[in-house]
């Protein structure tokens, strides 16, 4: 099946009242309050939430599951949250799958009763099934495969089980899509690299919320972070590229690397001794995960911000360093790459550790530069990645496929 539609093009939109009340169904298989899980949940709820304010009937269907743990929250009755209605739906057991046969039974008794349905990742057993019903009662839906399709995500982790399961399950979900949507133009390589079909694509980028205001870095590990520093903000993983940055650091004397996030798969002891074998272990601090109202004030007070990916189909903290001013430095496998570039709000290095390190310290060295990358970032996050701005895009997506 040929790609038909690349729905980059559609011109953003001010936010209103829709030519038409949708009732949508996000179907993710991890929600708040676990958000150990990262950049999806944000995106997922940060377009709900656009999704409710334009007027829509907006429902969350998801899991309990929250790492080793469950979820404190109520599994008979739909959760307001920010004016989306959230249905938690338990894991009896097969937890690596997000097994919910109540999420199955709901899904076969309601799913009629939306207009499309937006499903969020890829190799879960809710996504399989939500597209399986969806087909069936002919719903149009959206798979979104949030970076989980890349090569290096897939050759690093459970190849060949990946591999089987996108010959034998995923294929079909994406073909049989009405739509897939994909946030940048490294993501849509990635799926066309894989030999996959699909009818349309929607190449939508993800947005950014804000705050007004934050909390200031004066408690916990924050109270002693330096005048200034250089920092890396997100979850703690191979993935994110830590050795790259680590190896890059021995040549950068000029300011401290501050490593901020979870580390939910051990990752750090790792990087810790990397650290030491290498010798700059005074110059890297490790502060752990950081809630919202702290984030803001990283990102503010940061000479420049780091993402050296292996794999990154958006990168929802690079749209966040920009929204507060902060200049980017990324490497080509970052998806957020793209906007950087079009709103001169950073530099896109090699990934290449000498050269990622002569990139840090010529912006290092110069602080108008830094000044007039952040402010271009800043501009360009505000007016194009609104959340509001966003959804208009999205729902623009969802009325074509609708109507198709």
């Known amino acids: 099946m040929m790609l038909a539609a690349v729905a980059q093009s559609i011109p953003l939109a001010h936010s209103g009242a829709p030519a038409r009340r949708l009732r949508i169904l996000h179907v993710v298989p991890t929600y708040y309050p676990a958000v150990r899980y990262g950049g999806p949940i944000r995106t997922v709820h940060g377009l709900a939430t656009s999704q409710a304010r334009q007027g829509?009937?907006?429902?969350?269907?998801?899991?309990?599951?929250d790492g080793p743990d469950d979820l404190k929250v109520p599994t008979d009755r739909p959760v307001a949250l920010d004016e989306v209605a959230v249905h938690y739906f338990p894991v009896p057991a097969l937890r690596r799958l997000y097994w919910a046969p109540a999420l199955a039974r709901r899904l076969r008794s309601q799913i009629r009763d939306f207009d499309v349905v937006h499903l969020h990742s890829v190799f879960l057993w809710p996504i399989w099934v939500a597209a399986r019903t969806a087909e069936r009662a002919g719903v149009p839906?959206?798979?979104?495969?949030?970076?989980?399709?890349?090569?290096?995500?897939?050759?690093?982790?459970?190849?060949?089980?990946?591999?089987a399961w996108i010959r034998t399950i995923e294929r079909r979900s994406l073909a049989r899509a009405a739509a897939i949507h994909v946030t940048a133009r490294v993501e849509a390589e990635e799926l066309r690299a894989l030999g996959l079909d699909f009818r349309k694509?929607?190449?939508?980028?993800c947005g950014v919320d804000w705050p007004v205001s934050h909390a200031p870095l004066t408690d916990g590990p924050f109270a002693s972070l330096p005048a200034r520093y250089a920092l890396f903000l997100s979850r703690v993983n191979w993935k994110k590229g830590l050795d790259r940055l680590l190896q890059a650091w021995v040549h950068v004397h000029d300011v401290p690397l501050v490593i901020a996030g979870n580390d939910e798969e051990g990752y750090q002891p790792q990087l810790e001794a990397l650290a030491r074998k290498l010798g700059i272990a005074h110059r890297v601090l490790f502060v752990g995960p950081v809630r919202n109202e702290h984030k803001w004030a990283l990102f503010e007070h940061a000479e420049l911000f780091l993402l050296p990916s292996y794999s990154e189909n958006f990168g929802i903290v690079v749209a966040e360093a920009m929204a507060m001013g902060c200049p980017v430095v990324v490497t080509p496998e970052v998806g957020a790459g793209e906007l950087v570039a079009r709103a001169d709000a950073g530099v896109i290095s090699s990934n290449e550790p000498a050269h990622l390190a002569r990139v840090v310290r010529d912006l290092l060295a110069d602080r108008a530069t830094r000044h007039r990358l952040g402010e271009n970032g800043r501009v360009f996050a505000r007016e194009q990645l609104s959340w509001d701005s966003v959804a208009t895009r999205i729902q623009r997506l969802y009325f074509g496929v609708i109507r198709s």
């Open 56 to 65: 829509h009937d907006v429902h969350v269907y998801t899991t309990t599951v």
């Open 141 to 163: 839906y959206i798979m979104a495969p949030h970076g989980m399709l890349g090569r290096e995500v897939i050759r690093r982790k459970s190849r060949w089980l990946k591999r």
């Open 201 to 205: 694509l929607g190449l939508i980028p």
